[in-house]
């Protein structure tokens, strides 16, 4: 699915494992280069960017109403705020969204559109990140912090990552 995939063999000695690190950082730690069918690249936030952010940030979901309820993409995540980017489940190419009918999707679905009162970042998706990077550029142009987290399952495995870090801390 996406562009590169950098696999750690399950055995590696420690020499060679100091070798493999000196390459360079993985895909987890680097952004992440999507190319769509049309030849257009969309820049994903890494992995580690998004676990980073996601104590502290509301995920938006972007996916259409019948996309979310047939989980494309990957199955929701929780707490997610559903805003579809596309108005009336037309798709961008035949009927493009302004920011100002964006940023209303964003008030009927329960966002203050405040960037002072809203300190913690966007973390937005869709099915597969196209949708995602223009809802990143309104939220932008509008004030806000986002990152693009590409599809729900990415986001939906961060956000467990997370949640399963933050049960072992409470343990401890």
């Not at 100091?18 to 030849?39: H, Q, V």
């Not at 913690?120 to 550029?137: L, Q």
């Amino acid at each position: 699915m996406w562009a590169c995939a950098l696999r750690r063999p399950a055995r590696l000695t420690r020499q060679c494992a100091a070798r493999f690190s000196a390459r360079g950082p993985s895909e987890d730690e680097t952004t992440r280069l999507l190319k769509k069918p049309d030849g257009r690249v969309i820049e994903l936030a890494s992995l580690k960017h998004l676990r980073t952010l996601l104590p502290n940030s509301t995920v938006l979901d972007v996916r259409d109403v019948n996309e979310v309820a047939a989980a494309k993409g990957g199955v929701t995540v929780p707490g997610a705020v559903h805003a579809a980017l596309n108005m009336d489940g037309i798709p961008q190419r035949v009927q493009p969204t302004s920011v100002d009918q964006y940023a209303q999707t964003l008030i009927d679905a329960g966002v203050e559109l405040n960037p002072q009162s809203h300190a913690s970042p966007f973390i937005v998706h869709c099915s597969g990140g196209g949708r995602a990077a223009k809802v990143v550029g309104f939220l932008k142009e509008l004030g806000f912090e986002a990152v693009n987290g590409g599809s729900p399952d990415d986001v939906r495995s961060c956000w467990e990552q997370v949640q399963a870090r933050q049960r072992e801390q409470d343990r401890a």
